[in-house]
C-alpha cells in the first residue's frame, strides 16, 4: 500500500504515528533509526499470543512502519474517565506480564545483563496499552529484551510509582497518589520481594536515561531505599 503519512495521532519519546488510510497508521521514528528488530520482535509474540497491532510493511529503510489501526482507549485514558476501576485495570497490566514473560526470548533479542530468558517489555505502562475490540493491546516495542520477568516488573513499578510530575507522560495526567496505588495494584500481584532486588540495578539504568527527569531519579532512589529496609528488617525478624 502506498500513500503519504495524515495527521499526527501520538507522539512518544523517540517516534510519532500518522494516520495512514481509514484503518491503518504510520509509526516513524523521529531519530531515522529502523524499525525493522521492533517488527520482528512484534511478529514474534503475537505469533503467540500476545496482542499487537498487526504490521502490513516496513519500509522507508526501515524507517517507517504501517500497521493496523487499533480502534479503542488507551489503558490511561480508561483509569482517567473512571478512576473507581483502577484496580481492574492494575489486574489487566499484571496479567499482560504473566502472558508475555511465559514466552520464551528468542537468541536474536538484545540480552540484559539480568540473564534471563524471558521477554521483557521494558515499558509495559497504561499509556502503552489500548483497549481494541479484541483486548489490551500491548504497543511500543521499542525497548523489548531478553531478560528476566522482575527485571520487567522492577520497570514498570518505578515508572508508575517514580516518574517526575513534570513529565510528558502518564504522571503528567495522573495525580501522585493515583499512579501510586496503580504501582501498588500492580505489585501485589506478584511476590513483592522477590523483584525488590531488580529495583535498584533498573533503577540505576534508567538514571542514565536523557529522558529521565532529576525528580524521578530522587523519587526511584527513595523507592529502593525504602524497599530494601523494608525486606531486610523481615530479614531480621525471621
Known amino acids: 500500500m502506498d500513500g503519504e503519512a495524515g495527521k499526527l495521532l501520538a507522539s512518544g519519546r523517540d517516534g510519532d504515528i500518522f494516520e495512514y488510510g481509514a484503518d491503518r497508521v504510520l509509526r516513524r521514528a523521529r531519530d531515522g533509526r529502523s524499525l525493522e528488530h521492533e517488527a520482528r520482535i512484534m511478529r514474534y509474540v503475537g505469533a503467540r499470543g500476545i496482542l499487537v497491532p498487526a504490521i502490513r510493511e516496513v519500509r522507508a529503510n526501515g524507517t ?10 488507551t489503558m490511561l485514558a480508561a483509569v482517567s474517565s473512571r478512576p473507581w476501576t483502577l484496580a481492574r485495570h492494575a489486574t489487566v497490566l499484571a496479567d499482560l506480564h504473566r502472558q508475555l514473560h511465559a514466552l520464551d526470548a528468542p537468541d536474536w533479542l538484545r540480552p540484559l545483563p539480568d540473564g534471563g530468558d524471558r521477554v521483557v517489555h521494558l515499558d509495559l505502562h497504561p499509556l502503552n496499552v489500548l483497549y481494541g475490540s479484541q483486548g489490551p493491546v500491548l504497543i511500543d516495542w ?3 529484551a531478553r531478560g528476566c520477568a522482575e527485571t520487567d516488573l522492577a520497570q514498570s513499578w518505578l515508572i508508575l510509582a517514580a516518574a517526575d510530575t513534570s513529565d510528558q507522560g502518564f504522571v503528567a ?7 501510586r496505588l496503580f504501582a501498588h495494584l500492580v505489585v501485589r500481584e506478584f511476590d513483592r520481594d522477590a523483584v525488590v532486588p531488580y529495583l535498584r ?12 527527569r532529576p525528580g524521578e531519579v530522587r523519587a526511584m532512589s527513595r523507592i529502593v531505599d525504602r524497599e530494601e529496609r523494608r525486606v531486610a528488617r523481615r530479614a531480621a525478624q525471621g
Open 173 to 179: 495526567r495522573a495525580s501522585g497518589p493515583l499512579k
Open 142 to 144: 521499542t525497548n523489548a
Open 64 to 73: 517507517e512502519m504501517i500497521m493496523d489501526r487499533v480502534v479503542g482507549p
Open 201 to 212: 540495578p533498573v533503577a540505576e539504568a534508567r538514571a542514565h536515561d536523557r529522558h529521565v
